[in-house]
């Protein structure tokens, strides 16, 4: 059985950029505004699940 880590489920069920934003956001407790470096990993997440989804 694959164990899951503590943010983002699965080691593998995640892209690298999506795994990445994880990791900068944390657990707040409270909402705030995502950072443009954090829209663009969130783009760029978005873009690599979209070939990954393509190429099953």
């Not at 983002?8 to 690298?16: E, I, R």
């Not at 407790?29 to 950072?35: G, K, N, S, V």
Request: net charge positive; charged share 25%; no cysteine.
């Amino acid at each position: 059985m694959e164990q899951n880590s503590k943010i983002g489920g699965k080691k593998d069920s995640v892209t690298p950029s999506t795994r990445l934003l994880n990791q900068k956001l944390g657990t707040s407790p409270a909402p705030r505004m995502l950072t443009p470096s954090e829209i663009a990993l969130l783009r760029q997440s978005k873009q690599e699940i979209a070939r990954r989804i393509a190429a099953e």
